[in-house]
């Protein structure tokens, strides 16, 4: 079954600190893998995602994922961090039917951003 | 705008009323779901249509249903409200159905 494990629920950086947040994700198929980023009263908005192809993707905001295989993870990075990062950032992995929906989320990491 | 559309977006009512929720999906989306996001329990799925039909169904209460119209909007209700229950409510929607969802900015319920 596939699953999602968000390492730390809160992580603490300043500002044009780099921003990692940690995903590793369990699939018994080739996954697709998403990370979603969700502002204070506000729904969850699309970051990036990785289908096929290149594993270094770029999303908005200048926010990157690498897809590593060997390592079953999909990391979250921003070289520099900004105050306006400050929002709680979901990792998400696809399935295909189950009773979970399509999409399978993590619990959701917390980024504060200090100045 | 994501697009998707939910209405209302707060909502108070109290205890042992009946509720509807309303979501309009993007523009050629078939599939929408539902989610339910609250402190204690995060992100949880409750249910999926794809065009009118129940696809997946996940930790939906029975007090709780759903459908999807022909003009592909959908309708969340929640009869015989518990405090447990105030909860943020979402709705996505997507073209693919592994291909991202987008999602609706949400419906804050609270039961009082």
């Known amino acids: 079954a596939q699953s999602v494990t968000q390492l730390g629920s809160h992580v603490s950086v300043s500002e044009g600190a780099l921003v990692l947040l940690r995903c590793n994700y369990s699939?018994?198929?080739?996954?697709?893998l998403f990370w979603y980023v969700q502002y204070p009263n506000q729904g969850l908005q699309l970051l990036l995602k990785y289908t096929t192809g290149a594993t270094l993707v770029k999303g908005i905001n200048g926010f990157e994922a690498e897809f590593k295989k060997s390592e079953t993870s999909f990391h979250l990075t921003k070289p520099s961090a900004h105050m306006s990062d400050a929002a709680e950032y979901f990792c998400?992995?696809?399935?295909?039917?189950?009773?979970?929906?399509?999409?399978?989320f993590g619990k959701g990491t917390k980024l504060s951003v200090k100045p | 705008d994501s697009g998707v559309t939910q209405t209302p977006k707060h909502l108070i009512t109290a205890t042992g009323q009946r509720v509807t929720l309303r979501c309009s999906p993007r523009s050629g989306d078939l599939s929408v779901y539902w989610y339910q996001q609250s402190l204690d329990q995060g992100l949880q799925f409750l249910i999926q249509?794809?065009?009118?039909?129940?696809?997946a169904k996940g930790n939906i209460l029975e007090r709780f249903s759903a459908q999807q119209f022909p003009d592909l909007h959908s309708e969340l209700n929640l009869s015989s409200l518990e405090l447990g229950d105030s909860a943020l409510y979402f709705c996505a929607s997507s073209v693919k159905e592994n291909y991202g969802y987008t999602f609706g900015s949400g419906t804050r319920l609270t039961v009082v």
């Open positions: 249509y794809y065009n009118g039909e129940e696809r």
């Open positions: 699939s018994s198929v080739p996954p697709y």
């Open positions: 998400a992995v696809s399935v295909y039917g189950g009773s979970q929906g399509n999409l399978i």
